[in-house]
Structures are given as structure tokens and as C-alpha cells.
């Protein structure tokens, strides 16, 4: 696998996000995403690796000013047909071109962790840092890698309307563990769709620990946006809510 596999990945034919989230899940993240961050119409908000811009759209009806920021040409563009009113800016999250813009950088459905080595993920961090005006909040959710690795299945078939996603997974261990999987979002007809990704896995301390590491003052970590009323060790994913000093 390229240790930059993200670049090829991530399009709307290969990983067709709307496909396999949808719409209602959309609006329920939104709505709980807002309801946690709580900021004033108006404040400005990075979506950072927004895709094809599914919560930037309902964050902007919401009354924020909110710049979308992705890697992929593609996703952006579609975002772009589908998002009037939202600034895009394409690049690297480890390089954002912001400086104390943002009340908030929200980092959602897992779109964290992909690069090879860990350090670039740190670079990531405090480039968020940055992005924030002092006293803005950082929401990042991520898969929870204690849940992942207590519950680690080889395999994973779902049935996604006509067709099938299939996840084929394999699991590093030790220091700093992560995941390899081939995912696959089989059509009716047969057709297969996706490729290999590697994602990085954070538990709860081991995050707590590198967003002090970023400089921020951790607020909270709770279950994902979709499990509010869930706790752990049942969340599979994280949200941590962040403040910049």
C-alpha cells in the first residue's frame, strides 16, 4: 500500500460518503454537533476533511460562516455544486493556511490518523491549533481504538441498499497500533468499488495525551455524535472537544 494512498482514495465514485452515512444520519450529526459547541450565529467554523461537504451545508444554514477544507479535487467539487454560500480551500491538513480564524475546527467521521507516521498527525494537530482564534474549541470524533481492538473482527459485511460494503481488516499492535483494511462497497450487479486504507488508532488516553502534546486543554471526551447516550467501553467512537489556550 502507498503510505500516501488518501490521495487516490477519496472520491466521490470510490468512497461515496453520502452512500454510506446518509441523510438523516447527516442531519442527526449536525444537529448534536451544534448542540455541543454552542456558538453564536455568525462564528466561523473549518470542517476540515469536509468531502463532499455534508455537514458544512447544514452548519452554513445553521448561521455560521463555514470554510470547507479537503485534499480531494473531487470532493470539492461536488461540494462546491452543493454548498452555496461555503468557502473551499483544497491542501494539506498538516499545512492549513489559517492563523487564529476559527471559533471552532470540527474533524469528523474518522478523518484523522491516516498518515504512515505518527508525527505527521501531530503536525496535523497543532496546524488545527493554529487555525483557532484563542479560546476556540476543536471537535474532532474518531473510531475509538481501545473499542476497535477489544472488538477487533477480520470482517465486516453491511448491507448498503441493492449492494454491499465489506471491510477486510488487519490489525498492527503494539506502540503504535493501527488498522489495514481493503473496504469494498459491492453493487448489485456485481461491481466493486474502493481500494486499501490505513487509519492510525487512538484510545482515549492516548489522544488525551497528544492533544496536550498539540497544546490544547482538553475539555471532554465523550461517545461520537451518533452516541449521545451511550458510554464507554460501547461508544465506538470518540468525540474530543478541545480548547486553544
Known sequence: MRADWWRSFFTPKNFPIGELTGAEATRREARELLRVLRLPRGAKVLDLCCGMGRHS????????QVTGFDQSRSYLAAA?????????VRGDMRELPFDSE?????????????FRRAGDDRRALRAMRRALKPGGTLAL???????????FAAKDWRRKGAGWWLESRRLRRGK?????????????????????????????????RELGR???DVLRLRGGLMERGLRPPRCRR???LARRP
Request: glycine share 16%; aromatic share 12%.
Open 102 to 114: 476559527f471559533d471552532a475546527v470540527v474533524n469528523l467521521w474518522t478523518s484523522f490518523g491516516y
Open 57 to 64: 451545508r447544514l452548519l452554513a444554514r445553521a448561521g455560521l
Open 214 to 216: 498539540a497544546g490544547f
Open 141 to 151: 470524533e474518531l473510531l475509538d481504538g481501545g473499542w476497535l481492538v477489544g472488538n
Open 80 to 88: 462546491r455544486k452543493s454548498c452555496p454560500g461555503v468557502r473551499f
Open 176 to 208: 503504535d497500533p493501527g488498522v489495514f483494511a481493503e473496504m469494498l462497497l459491492i453493487s448489485a450487479d456485481g461491481k466493486a468499488r474502493g481500494g486499501e486504507v490505513f487509519t492510525r488508532l487512538y484510545g482515549r488516553s492516548r489522544l488525551e
Open 238 to 240: 470518540i468525540l474530543a
